[in-house]
T-cell receptor, first 116, second 110 residues
Framework: GAVVSQHPSWVICKSGTSVKIECRSLDFQATTMFWYRQFPKQSLMLMATSNEGSKATYEQGVEKDKFLINHASLTLSTLTVTSAHPEDSSFYIC????????????FGPGTRLTVT | QKEVEQNSGPLSVPEGAIASLNCTYSDRGSQSFFWYRQYSGKSPELIMSIYSNGDKEDGRFTAQLNKASQYVSLLIRDSQPSDSATYLCAVFQGAQKLVFGQGTRLTINP
């Protein structure tokens, strides 16, 4: 599999501020990582695909100027929620594909964001 | 029609019995299928993958795939209270992304 970490595990911020979430693949280099959002009692929704060395690919309806993704290296992708509002409060989870070329994805522990 | 559909449950099963979880998908060209387990407040954990028609067994878990019927299932034998979680079916589709069902909440009753 793959080992993925996220930081922070939870964060509380005030409305209007920005929050950065880090996602790291610990045991292999990932050219692609994925960012998901999960609201309570709902399933995971893919927000964007993070590509090392190029722009992220955003899903329809996801504001790329609000959710900034930077794949800084082969082991690090960051998601910045800019000008956060209470409706952005959610569980944000990143994932990385299996290191042996399969289509499975391995998830980080997630970051719970609360915007007050 | 949703791309990946699951019965949201809750599904209650007595301890020691077999839990059966079902999933249907709409993209007939899908080739890769996964089951994830998600405990409350935690992120999903991959428990099974299946790519070919038929059964695949791993310990107490058996995944079943029928591409003609566009149907995937997960059987959990000898269910334990620790199996209580939400189980997510995921299908890798031609758009190069993993699409998740809404999940089935499973409760194992001691």
């Amino acid at each position: 599999g793959a080992v993925v970490s996220q930081h922070p595990s939870w964060v509380i911020c005030k409305s209007g501020t920005s929050v950065k979430i880090e996602c790291r693949s610990l045991d292999f280099q990932a050219t692609t990582m994925f960012w998901y959002r999960q609201f309570p009692k709902q399933s995971l929704m893919l927000m964007a695909t993070s590509n090392e060395g190029s722009k992220a690919t955003y899903e329809q309806g996801v504001e790329k100027d609000k959710f900034l993704i930077n794949h800084a290296s082969l082991t690090l992708s960051t998601l910045t929620v800019t000008s956060a509002h209470p409706e952005d409060s959610s569980f944000y989870i990143c994932s990385a594909p299996g290191q042996f070329g399969g289509y499975e994805q391995y998830f980080g522990p997630g970051t719970r964001l609360t915007v007050t | 029609q949703k791309e990946v559909e699951q019965n949201s449950g809750p599904l209650s099963v007595p301890e020691g019995a077999i839990a059966s979880l079902n999933c249907t998908y709409s993209d007939r060209g899908s080739q890769s299928f996964f089951w994830y387990r998600q405990y409350s407040g935690k992120s999903p954990e991959l428990i099974m993958s299946i790519y070919s028609n038929g059964d695949k067994e791993d310990g107490r878990f058996t995944a079943q795939l029928n591409k003609a019927s566009q149907y995937v299932s997960l059987l959990i034998r000898d269910s334990q209270p620790s199996d209580s979680a939400t189980y997510l079916c995921a299908v890798f589709q031609g758009a190069q992304k993993l699409v998740f069902g809404q999940g089935t909440r499973l409760t194992i009753n001691p």
